[in-house]
């Protein structure tokens, strides 16, 4: 298959879906903008050219420059801003298809939008456009110097671009470009959740969907950008204190060294990421982010919105190093007063303490374990979410649909990875991790199929069913589906809890004791 765009012609790599053989093509590795190096590092993304002849466009670019705790290696490249695209062959259906364009996660630090992890089979099965995008991460995506030659947020304004790309492009393809779904998990859904406030990116998709994390996550939004934009400076050896000298040094400095450097956390600062989104300076032209996320969250241009949490998010603090830090009561009171980054009063801190270790609370070592989890759970993800989800409300113009996924099945990929090597633990705790959701939406082509006529394959639909339904008309529900979700609403809050086969509605606010139990805690401390 072929298309042609302004920037020239493209070939794709015809594919099939796993599990009803749906032929589709896969354009992959197009370049959405100009490679951001040698002078164009740290600015805003730039229109690529274009290119003569044909592209092959059959094997996909390098992930953007990231370290990998694994392999403790630095992987990728600083030309990394490509996107690949997956289409149904439409014999069928003559009509534009809906798009939905995929914004991966990884604490803006880690990931890219690679097949490998994101292979779109399931929601190809729809019939949707699937999109998935590499934008810059960590200090090359992420680093504020205040001032327009390095104006923070390029990571955010690569999204950007590749959503314009996406709107002025897609109809090549048969897509129809009034009619483009953003979504995204974790870093990604608080990207998602940026674009809905961001005065830049208005107008330019119809839905929005957000699972596991919002731009109100203490880890999605740092208001000491310049502090750790001196210190990456200082300790690669550039003593200036003047930015326009800074940047100067750090154009020069291998993208390498850049990266590794900023690896300079202290281990014991548990999600504390130093090079994520940040408010722009008033010199700024064209600011993503002109004010903070709260203040732009009040005057949003609403969309339809799916908004959600997985249950247990929390299990990715249930480490084995991190489990140990809860080993008795003053261990307690320092690591929470650690999550706080020491912000908060020694009565504040109590209170917390006293409301998720208690005695009734840790009776088993099970149920330590659950509020281990349950705190960092809420601090982490669901605090912000919820209040995300207020904000969303308060707009009142467009359906706000809310779940919880609880689901807990063999392609729970994260919580599988974090108790590999404690089974007992993986099966004591029950419910869904951050990131869990991730395998039933996309397949992981180096990971687990789901079995034939197992409950995992049936979750695998019945999500694509529901995001792909909201993507094409703003409703997620269906008559092949055996439930009917519906959306919140200021004075009659409701989510669906998502757990297979016992799918149903919830009437009230999700874990209403600790949200009310937050409420009251920030409403004593203003």
């Known amino acids: 298959m072929e298309v042609v765009i302004e920037q020239g012609a493209l070939k794709g790599l015809k594919k099939k879906t796993l599990l009803s053989n749906k032929p589709y093509v896969s354009f992959l590795g197009i370049p959405y903008a100009q490679p951001p190096v040698n002078d164009l590092r740290f600015k805003a993304p730039v229109k690529h050219p274009g290119w003569s002849g044909v592209l092959n466009a059959v094997s996909e670019r390098d992930k953007c420059t990231q370290y990998v705790f694994m392999t403790n290696h630095i992987v990728g490249s600083e030309d990394c801003l490509y996107l690949n695209i997956s289409v149904p062959q439409q014999n069928e259906l003559n009509g534009k298809l809906a798009v939905m364009i995929f914004i991966h996660g990884g604490a803006f630090n880690y990931g890219s939008g690679s097949m490998n992890e994101y292979s779109p089979d399931y929601f190809i099965d729809e019939s949707v456009i699937v999109v998935t995008i590499n934008y810059r991460l960590n200090a090359l995506g992420f680093l504020n110097l205040d001032i327009d030659e390095c104006p923070g947020n390029v990571g955010l304004k690569d999204q950007l671009f590749a959503i314009k790309w996406v709107k002025a492009n897609i109809a090549a393809f048969g897509g129809d470009v009034n009619n483009i ?9 608080a990207s998602v959740h940026y674009h809905t406030i961001s005065p830049q990116s208005r107008g330019l998709f119809q839905k929005a969907i957000m699972q596991s994390g919002s731009a109100f996550n203490p880890w999605a939004f740092t208001e000491n950008h310049k502090a750790s934009a001196y210190k990456l400076a200082k300790n690669l050896g550039c003593l200036s204190n003047d930015p326009k000298e800074i940047l100067k040094y750090l154009k020069n400095v291998s993208a390498i060294d850049l990266v590794k450097e900023t690896e300079f956390k202290d281990e014991t600062d548990f999600m504390d990421y130093k090079f994520v989104p940040s408010i722009e300076s008033d ?12 203040t732009l969250a009040t005057s949003t241009f609403p969309v339809p919105v799916i908004i959600g949490v997985n249950n247990m998010e929390g299990i990715v603090a249930l480490t084995e190093d991190r489990i140990s830090l809860f080993s008795d009561d003053h261990h307690i009171t320092d690591e929470i007063s650690k999550l706080f980054r020491n912000r908060y009063s020694t009565e504040t801190i109590s209170k917390i303490k006293n409301f998720y270790f208690n005695k009734s609370n840790i009776s088993s070592e099970t149920m330590k374990l659950e509020n281990i989890c349950n705190l960092h759970s809420d601090v982490f993800f669901f605090n912000g979410v919820y209040e995300t989800f207020d904000c969303f409300l308060k707009q009142n113009g467009s359906p706000v649909y809310e779940y919880e996924f609880k689901f807990d099945g063999e392609l729970n990929g994260a919580k599988n990875m974090i108790f590999a090597t404690r089974p007992i633990l993986r099966h004591a705790i029950k419910g869904a991790c951050h990131a869990d ?7 992981d082509l180096s990971g687990v199929d789901p079995k034939p006529n197992s409950p995992e394959l049936e979750m695998c639909k019945m999500m694509c069913k529901m ?35 016992r799918t149903c509605m919830i009437q009230g606010m999700m874990n209403n004791k600790r949200f009310r139990f937050w409420k009251e805690l920030s409403e004593s401390i203003v």
């Open 283 to 294: 010199v700024i032209s064209n600011p993503f982010l002109p004010a903070h996320p709260k």
């Open 181 to 189: 779904t953003i979504f995204g998990e974790s870093a990604g859904s």
């Open 437 to 443: 959701d991730v395998n039933y939406f996309f397949r």
């Open 467 to 501: 995001w792909t339904n909201f993507a094409k008309t703003s409703n997620p529900n269906s008559p092949d589906l055996s439930f009917k979700w519906i959306n919140a609403t200021a004075c009659d809050l409701k989510y669906l809890s998502i757990d297979g086969d």
